[in-house]
């Protein structure tokens, strides 16, 4: 069982950055696979970016690649993900989750057992 606790979101302008983090409460972050989503308002929640365990990989969603960055500190048992250039499309809940996924499956919320409770991010223009 783990828990976790996600920070870091805010409002911003347009072309400005964030830095969200997502703290594991209960096990070593170590072990799982753990990925963003992101929901906006009226829509589906989508894929962002996803650290597979056991450095299987590091995957983006096309919408955010280049402007995005995730990161895992196991020593503090926190994922980061850095996020630049944001623009008004990037509106919405982002919400950390762990899993024992591999790459295969790593875009997909349903591979992942864990959730963070969500935190609003909002670009203005």
């Known amino acids: 069982q783990v828990q976790l606790v996600e920070s870091g979101g805010g409002l911003v302008q347009a072309g400005g950055s964030l830095r969200l983090s997502c703290a594991a409460i209960?096990?070593?972050?170590?072990?799982?696979?753990v990925g963003w989503f992101r929901q906006a308002p009226g829509k589906e929640r989508e894929f962002v970016a996803t650290?597979?365990?056991?450095?299987?990989?590091?995957f983006y969603a096309d919408s955010v690649k280049g402007r995005f960055t995730i990161s895992r500190d196991n020593s503090k048992n926190t994922v980061y993900l850095q996020m630049n250039n944001l623009q008004p499309e990037d509106t919405a809940v982002y919400s950390c989750?762990?899993?024992?996924?591999?790459?295969?499956?790593?875009?997909?919320?349903?591979?992942?057992?864990?959730w963070g409770q969500g935190t609003q991010v909002t670009v203005s223009s």
């Open positions: 989750a762990a899993g024992p996924t591999g790459s295969t499956t790593g875009r997909s919320p349903n591979a992942y057992a864990y």
């Open positions: 209960g096990r070593a972050f170590i072990t799982y696979s």
């Open positions: 650290t597979i365990r056991w450095n299987g990989g590091i």
